[in-house]
């Protein structure tokens, strides 16, 4: 079955870094589009960025320019590499698969930007 493991959430200051991870399993990895999507406390889940199974990205505005999101087919694992953070970037992030018309989500990780 289907299994997303998010991992490398944490406590960070304004303006610091995180990478997360996200290992799948389950599918065929290479031939979907995966996606970061992230809930703050009280708010409904957004959408941060998506790759492509061929490699094309997109991006929330809101992170446009500080995430990057990259996938690696061999380890089946997307990353959501996120810099100069704040404070309101502190949410749940999960990753998302779209496999067989139905929505996959893992544990998701929190990430914490707070001086």
């Known amino acids: 079955q289907v299994q997303l493991v998010e991992s490398g959430g944490g406590l960070v200051q304004p303006g610091g870094s995180l990478k997360l991870s996200c290992a799948a399993s389950g599918f065929t990895f290479s031939s979907y589009e995966m996606s970061w999507v992230r809930q703050a406390p009280g708010k409904e889940r957004e959408f941060v960025a998506r790759i492509m199974y061929g490699g094309s990205t997109n991006y929330a505005d809101s992170v446009k320019g500080r995430f990057t999101i990259s996938r690696d087919n061999a380890k089946n694992t997307v990353y959501l590499q996120m810099n100069r953070l704040k404070p309101e970037d502190t949410a749940v992030y999960y990753c998302?698969?779209?496999?067989?018309?139905?929505?996959?989500w893992g544990q998701g990780t929190q990430v914490t930007v707070s001086s």
């Open positions: 998302n698969v779209f496999h067989q018309l139905h929505d996959y």
